[in-house]
């Protein structure tokens, strides 16, 4: 365990204080500068002789390992690119990640990382982030004790269960949390020697994993019931004990134990499940966004969802929130929403539904009344016929599921229909976006969570907004951290998607998307902070309530922004199992 000593000079420039020489440092990814480090560091920190001898800026080194990354066709092979880039210098990683954001983000994160998941021990190179599995059980402080850095601030912990729309991915689902992290530091900020992925790898019920000889996991069935459980609450103790300022993010749970851990710990540490909600914060912006582009207000949109995972049902309470808060109740509120499943239309006579179905569930009554006897319940282009829906969203990880039919019917009862086809990555997606803009004579609004190309439609581009939790998480994160917050409310989540429907422009709307472009990620993340740190504050769960006037500065202040290397100042090295020790300040 390192700290990350970072000193202010009286004059305020700031220095970091390395606590290697010589050609541990040169390697260390957090501390290293590459050919970057100056003359004068090279004399002084032991490096001569162990680098070429020019001298290049970290601008100069992002344009060199851009374009060796450029040089590579396959995302597969960009992405072990970045990643080797990331293990071998963090500072410079995160530069040409932040200059190009656009262009990697479908690398660092979806649809790649699905890919990368899926051969995680066969593309394996070097270790990330912490492992625990049930051999821990005990001990699981001591492994916390571990990590490369000692203030965390920002923890991403999946089990693997539900990588994306793929499933149960075994070890190989760490590429989630290395992922969601890396865009906690490029969109949000968050210092990366703050961060830390953890794996629960509790084994897997994927046989083909099972059965790979390269597979690097616990390899075993996974761990249900009481031990599960039990292996979950020593952890959480563990992180408020090892680490008591972190934010915890669940992310890529199943779905029962998604909600159950979410209600179980989020007044236990500050904690949010973004599946559940930052993807609701998401649905929710592009119900508003989409309101304004239609013209029909919220009250009167009837959404109509396919799939109700933890996606779908987060989404379904928020939205709920949100039409309560403009006023709807009773069997308008009920029927302001519908949740299609597999089984078909949610219905509260049916004994299969689980516990977190059933509050979305219709009355058989209304099913009867709208004509949708039961064999028609679970065919989408009737329920649709019946429902008369004006926003369609796809959560349901069943490519195609949005049949030519289903979105032709969408589009004769309504001018501008809004069909979000949200499942990750792009080969679980419900549709195409192009096959629903021809079906629907280019009328609809087209969302997708992964990135999608424009459409070009008789002659018309239409741009497919990527309605996407990296929208949502970053910004919620900074504004929980900078505001100390005791809690993740969904009042935070419920401002942040009206913030992200405020950075929907009206010419976005014009083009056909229903959200901003991820070019302007770091913008809209800093905006969706600023939301966020004001209502923990007027929620009361701040520990550091700030005043409108002061949030900008202190946001600003507590972004990480790698435009240059800090100065490296040699701290005497430390004997192995103390403290760090002053540096000497030249
Ligand atoms: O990772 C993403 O792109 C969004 C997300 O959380 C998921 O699909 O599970
Ligand atoms: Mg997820």
């Not at 922004?561 to 030249?586: C, H, K, Q, W």
Request: charged fraction near 25%; aromatic fraction near 8%.
């Amino acid at each position: 365990m390192e700290r990350y000593d970072l000193r202010t000079e009286p004059s305020g420039r700031k220095r970091l204080a390395v606590p290697y020489r010589g050609a541990r440092l040169l390697r260390h990814p957090m501390y290293t500068k590459g050919t970057a480090f100056t003359q004068e560091e090279r004399v002084s920190l032991g490096l001569e002789g162990l680098l070429p001898h020019s001298v290049t800026t970290l601008e100069q080194q992002s344009r060199r390992v851009y374009a060796s990354i450029q040089r590579k066709t396959d995302p597969l092979e960009k992405y072990i690119g970045l990643a080797a880039l990331q293990d071998r210098n963090e500072y410079l990683f995160y530069r040409v990640l932040i200059d190009h954001i656009q262009e990697f983000l479908p690398i660092v994160y979806t649809p790649t990382v699905g890919r990368a998941c899926q051969e995680f021990s066969h593309i394996f190179r070097r270790a990330r982030g912490l492992w625990i599995t049930p051999e821990h059980r005990g001990q699981i402080a001591d492994v916390l004790k571990n990590a490369p850095f000692e203030d965390i601030r920002l923890i991403v912990v999946t089990d693997n269960e539900r990588i994306l729309g793929l499933g149960d991915q075994g070890v190989g689902g760490m590429g989630i949390p290395i992922g969601k992290l890396a865009l906690y530091t490029a969109a949000a900020g968050i210092p990366p020697w703050q961060t830390l992925p953890i794996s629960l790898d509790v084994g897997t019920d994927n046989m083909d994993l099972l059965d790979d000889e390269f597979y690097l996991g616990w390899r075993a069935p996974r761990l249900r019931g009481p031990e599960y459980d039990s292996l979950v609450e020593e952890f959480v103790q563990a992180v408020k004990r090892v680490f008591p300022r972190a934010l915890l993010q669940w992310e890529d749970f199943k779905k029962l134990n998604a909600f159950r851990l979410l209600d179980r710990y989020r007044k236990t540490l500050p904690s949010f499940n973004d599946d559940i909600q930052g993807t609701a914060a998401v649905g929710v912006a592009a119900l508003l966004a989409g309101s304004r582009a239609t013209g029909i207000p919220l009250r009167q949109q009837r959404v109509l969802f396919f799939g109700s995972g933890a996606a779908g049902i987060g989404i379904g309470r928020l939205v709920r929130e949100t039409l309560r808060g403009e006023g709807l109740e009773g069997e308008a509120l009920t029927t302001a929403t519908a949740h299609l499943d597999l089984q078909g239309l949610l219905m509260d006579d049916d004994p299969m539904l689980d516990p977190v179905q059933r509050a979305f569930a219709w009355p058989a009554e209304l099913a009867d009344r709208m004509g949708l006897v039961p064999d028609r319940r679970r065919d989408l282009e009737a329920v649709i016929r019946a429902y008369q829906p004006t926003v369609l969203i796809g959560v349901s990880a069943s490519p195609g599921a949005f049949t030519e039919g289903a979105i032709r019917e969408m589009a004769r009862h309504t001018v501008r229909p809004l069909v979000l086809a949200l499942s990750n990555p792009t080969s679980k997606a419900e549709a195409k976006p192009e096959d629903i803009l021809a079906w629907s004579e280019g009328r609809a609004l087209v969302a997708t969570g992964s990135p999608s190309d424009a459409v070009t439609f008789e002659g018309r581009v239409h741009r497919i907004g990527q309605g996407n939790n990296v929208f949502i998480f970053p910004g919620v994160g900074l504004g929980a951290l900078v505001s100390e917050a005791r809690e993740v409310t969904d009042g935070m989540f419920a401002a942040a998607a009206r913030q992200l429907a405020r950075e929907v422009r009206d010419d976005d709307l014009e083009a056909g998307s229903l959200f901003p472009s991820t070019a302007r990620i770091r913008d809209i993340t800093a905006h969706v902070a600023e939301a966020v740190v004001r209502e923990a504050r007027d929620s009361g769960v701040a520990n550091r309530p700030l005043e409108d006037g002061l949030i900008p500065g202190v946001l600003a202040e507590a972004i990480w922004n790698p435009t240059s290397y800090l100065p490296s100042d040699p701290a005497p090295l430390r004997p192995a199992g103390t403290e760090a020790s002053m540096p000497i300040f030249v």
